[in-house]
């Protein structure tokens, strides 16, 4: 079945320390995205790409670092730069049509400990 | 002004009640439109694609109003499985072949017995 992944589904980081969430998908998808989502709040967008070698700071890039060297996959570095990272972490892909939804993975849930 | 801005709510309306939820964007190039829903600690799914002037999908009515840049959802008949927080996602168009995906704060609804 064509999908998106993250993982992991917990994570738990120290202090200072640098840890890359993993997304993949599987539904030959141009663009991905990354947010993040504090509680009660909305989805507030980190970086997006839109094509492969190619990616957009969003509206809170500060702390966090992407690469996209293959199509399938949009991995995100939290860096120990970001001060407040425990939030729940999720990535969309799109398809290229303007008018297609985003599908989602299941998030990644990041605590500082 | 934010991209896309939604009432936060909560809404509290009793089983059976009309509902409507308003979403105001910036861009008046933006293309497409979407309603996702998102139930506590899960990621959103998608509900409904806003393409033209409107749809309607069972007791759910998502209307467009490009004049005035906002679309609307309207939930008739209320369940209590409705409950939910239901997130407005614009599609901000670009030069490319996909846009910036940017979402509202989301609307709460909660739907008492």
């Known amino acids: 079945d064509g999908g998106i992944t993250q993982s992991p589904k917990y994570l738990f980081r120290k202090e200072g320390q640098n840890v890359t969430l993993s997304c993949e998908q599987n539904?030959?998808?141009?663009?991905m995205y990354w947010y993040r989502q504090d509680p009660g709040q909305g989805l507030r967008l980190i970086y997006y790409?839109?094509?492969?070698?190619?990616?957009q700071k969003g509206d809170i890039a500060e702390g966090y670092s992407v690469s996209r060297e293959k199509k399938e996959s949009f991995p995100l570095t939290v860096t120990s730069a970001q001060k407040n990272p425990t939030a729940f972490y999720l990535c969309?892909?799109?398809?290229?049509?303007?008018?297609?939804?985003?599908?989602f993975g299941q998030g990644t849930r990041l605590t500082v400990v | 002004r934010k991209e896309v801005e939604q009432d936060p709510g909560p809404f509290n309306v009793p089983e059976g009640a009309t509902v409507a939820f308003n979403c105001t964007y910036s861009?008046?190039?933006?293309?497409?439109f979407f309603w996702y829903r998102q139930d506590c600690r899960k990621e959103p799914k998608l509900l409904m694609s806003?393409?033209?002037s409107g749809n309607e999908d069972g007791r759910f009515t998502a209307q467009l109003n490009r004049a005035s840049q906002y679309i609307s959802l309207l939930i008739r008949d209320s369940k209590l499985s409705d409950s939910a927080t239901y997130l407005c996602?614009?599609?901000?168009?670009?030069?490319?072949?996909?846009?910036?995906?940017?979402f509202g704060q989301g609307t709460t609804l909660q739907v008492k017995p």
């Open positions: 806003v393409y033209s």
């Open positions: 969309a892909s799109t398809g290229t049509a303007l008018r297609t939804e985003a599908f």
């Open positions: 539904l030959n998808h141009d663009a």
């Open positions: 790409s839109q094509i492969v070698n190619d990616f």
């Open positions: 996602v614009v599609n901000m168009g670009g030069s490319s072949n996909t846009g910036k995906l940017i």
């Open positions: 861009n008046s190039a933006s293309q497409s």
